[in-house]
Structures are given as C-alpha cells and as structure tokens.
C-alpha cells in the first residue's frame, strides 16, 4: 500500500491568502484524521472523520479553518484567510475502524506532513 | 493537568545501553495505548501498541502497562544511534478508541 499521501510537502504563502491541505488516506481506512504539530503545542487533532462524516471538530482553532470529505480517497483542510501563527506541520492519518473482535485495528497511520509557512 | 504527559528530555543514554522513556495519562478510562517513533522532520510512525496489563516485547521494545497507576513505558534494549529520535505516546480517550491523545514527546539521544 502506497500509505497516507499528502500535498503539498511544503507551502510557503503570505497571511490573508487561503490554504489548502490535501490528503488521501489508506485504501480501506475508515478514519481520517487531521493534526498539527508546532514546538510550542505538540501535536494536536483538528478534526476527524469516519466514512466520510466529521464527527469531531472541537480542535479546530476557529472558523478559519474548515475541512471536507467529499469521498473515502480524498480530504482537503483549507485555512481562509491564513495568518503566521498558521504555521506548522500538518498530518493527515487514518485508521481502520476497530472491529468488534476487539483487534488492534484502530492504529493511525500517518502522512509526510504539510509544513505550512505563513509569512 | 494534560490528558497525557511525558518528560521532554532530553534522555541520553550510551549505544548498547536499555533506554527508558515513561508517560502518564489522565483518562482512567483509557484502553488503547501506542508508541510512536519520530525522526526529526518526519512523521510519526507507531512502534508498539499496548491493551491489556503487562508487558508486551517486539524485538528490542518492550512496552509496559500499568493502568492502575496509569502509567505505560517503553524500554528500548540495546539502544543504538539509529533509535535517537523523538518518543511520542498516544492515548485513547474513555469510549472512542479513535480519538487520541499525544504526549508532548521525549528527545532521545543515543551516543555512539
């Protein structure tokens, strides 16, 4: 499996301009999850969504941030309008759902990351 | 107080030697517990999961529960250079073994 891809690697934008995050998790996860990571915060869930429905966004920081899943291969984050305290490290995960065998399906699995820059 | 909680470090040990690394978590409702390695500008990728008391040992990690104390650690035996690396522990809140919280993460050298 190709694992959880992201883009872009890195973006670099000025504040006021809208971001966008991509992501496309595991083939057959049923979790998407969205995080970030600064030195000051650690790594922190934004949001995540099961069979494409978010189902917990209390961790996005305000309105400026939204996220979608319009299908199961396919998540976008977009920050409008961006500012510098933006910027981070963004992962996208997903996961499987835990089965009612009670396996250890429920591991996330991580992308490369968006480092996001905004100046 | 946070949900999960790690000594930042950093933790230096000498090549060879068993490095410990512990965290505490909040939520006595717990049940999944994971270690993630991550390498510096890289993402984290899992190293060991844990579910029930005990001890679980996966080649030179070992991972220990306590959910009494609520504590869980990672013992990593004969550490070598290529473990140094940040140590995140990953915790699952009470009722949704999807979402999860992380530590902030132990730095962990490991001199030649």
């Known amino acids: 499996d190709a694992g959880v891809i992201q883009s872009p690697r890195h973006e670099v934008t000025e504040m006021g301009q809208e971001v966008t995050l991509r992501c496309k998790p595991i083939?057959?996860?049923?979790?998407l999850f969205w995080y970030r990571q600064t030195m000051m915060r650690g790594l922190e869930l934004l949001i995540y969504f099961n069979n494409n429905v978010p189902i917990d966004d209390s961790g996005m920081p305000e309105d400026r941030f939204s996220a979608k899943m319009p299908n199961a291969s396919f998540s976008t984050l977009k920050i409008q309008p961006s500012e510098p305290r933006d910027s981070a490290v963004y992962f996208c995960?997903?996961?499987?759902?835990?089965?009612?065998?009670?396996?250890?399906?429920?591991?996330?699995?991580f992308g490369p990351g968006t480092r996001l820059t905004v100046l | 107080q946070k949900e999960v909680e790690q000594n930042s470090g950093p933790l230096s040990v000498p090549e060879g030697a068993i490095a410990s690394l512990n965290c505490t978590y909040s939520d006595r409702g717990s049940q999944s517990f994971f270690w993630y390695r991550q390498y510096s500008g890289k993402s984290p990728e899992l190293i060991m999961s844990?579910?029930?008391?005990g001890d679980k040992e996966d080649g030179r990690f070992t991972a220990q529960l306590n959910k009494a104390s609520q504590y869980v650690s990672l013992l990593i035996r004969d550490s070598q250079p290529s473990d140094s690396a940040t140590y995140l522990c990953?915790?699952?809140?009470?009722?949704?073994?999807?979402?999860?919280?992380f530590g902030s993460g132990t730095k962990l050298n490991v001199k030649p």
């Open positions: 995960a997903s996961s499987q759902d835990r089965g009612l065998s009670g396996t250890s399906t429920d591991t996330q699995y």
């Open positions: 844990i579910y029930s008391n």
């Open positions: 990953a915790v699952n809140m009470e009722g949704n073994f999807n979402k999860f919280y």
């Open positions: 083939s057959g996860h049923d979790y």
